[in-house]
């Protein structure tokens, strides 16, 4: 009996330690409330995507499109997280694309935001964009595992090739001088970039797309990017999440969530979902 009683504490304890370095991530564009969307307007939308974020049990996960009042109803429905992050147009100010994460389990280190241009840390719109970029960040620790890992999150813009092209470049530099100490790291955004484009070749020589290293085969649709086109293929892949080429993050399972509910989506974007395994 008390041999059995050891073992079964042995696989308890290792459960738990399993666990507790189990990271899984999730990439949200939650589609900006504006009038024009009629019933598939945010307040039609809300209750149902916060609920998908929380059954999927999402531990850091990196939302788009953020306003202001939207931050402010996730924050509500999703009570067991805080953010890192603030508003495109200064705290407070404009969509966000913050970094939202169980407050009971990680501590942020460090957090920041910065804007994709020439001037990356005041307010500011980068080359040919349409409109101000940001790239917002934190550095968590794992209350349980005390393991530590960066994770940014950024959306790039949809009209200026310049500025997505040199929006990766500065992310890339900025993870470089940040990470001083060698850390994992976790980049989640809509990128506005399919997986063909110069941008995001730029990305996989420096980090690693989890899609492409999954251990179980990706699963949903191939594309991101539905458009609450509802009777319509989803093929544009364009949201992602990457990771550092370190090999301590082994990604175990990859998706493209396609939940919906009657006939409608709760966003124009399907978010992206990865289980990590943090060595």
């Known amino acids: 009996m008390k041999k059995i009683s050891i073992a079964l504490f042995v696989l308890i304890v ?33 209750d149902f995507l916060a609920s998908q974020i929380a059954f999927y049990d999402a531990d850091v996960f990196g939302v788009q499109e953020a306003l202001p009042n939207q931050m402010s109803d996730l924050a509500t429905l999703l009570p067991e997280y805080a953010h890192v992050g603030i508003g495109r147009d200064g705290d407070g100010k404009g969509e966000a694309s913050a970094v939202f994460y169980k407050k009971d389990r990680f501590k942020v280190l460090q957090s920041g935001t910065f804007w994709l241009s020439e001037t990356p840390d005041k307010i500011s719109k980068g080359w ?8 917002s960040y934190g550095l968590f620790r794992d209350l349980k595992s005390k393991k530590r890992f960066w994770a940014f999150n950024t959306h790039l813009d949809h009209i200026g090739a310049a ?27 809509d990128l506005n970039l399919e997986p063909d484009s110069v941008p995001i070749k730029i990305l996989k ?13 990706p ?19 364009i949201d992602y999440i990457f990771i550092d080429n370190s090999k301590r993050f082994e990604v175990r399972k990859y998706a493209i969530l396609s939940d919906s509910k ?18």
């Open 14 to 46: 290792a459960a738990f330690a399993s666990h507790a370095q189990t990271v899984k991530v999730m990439s949200y564009n939650i589609r900006l409330d504006i009038a024009v969307d009629g019933e598939k307007g945010w307040k039609f939308r809300k």
């Open 128 to 135: 040919d964009a349409a409109y101000n970029r940001v790239c």
């Open 163 to 189: 500025a997505r092209k040199n929006g990766v470049e500065l992310i890339l530099a900025r993870i470089k001088s940040l990470n001083e100490k060698n850390y994992p790291v976790i980049l989640t955004g």
């Open 205 to 217: 020589n420096a980090m690693t797309d989890t899609r492409d290293v999954s251990a179980e085969k």
């Open 219 to 237: 699963f949903g649709p191939s594309g991101t990017f539905n458009g609450f086109k509802f009777n319509e293929p989803v093929t544009r892949l």
């Open 262 to 279: 009657d006939l409608r989506y709760p966003s124009d974007h399907f978010p992206v979902f990865a289980e990590l395994y943090l060595n």
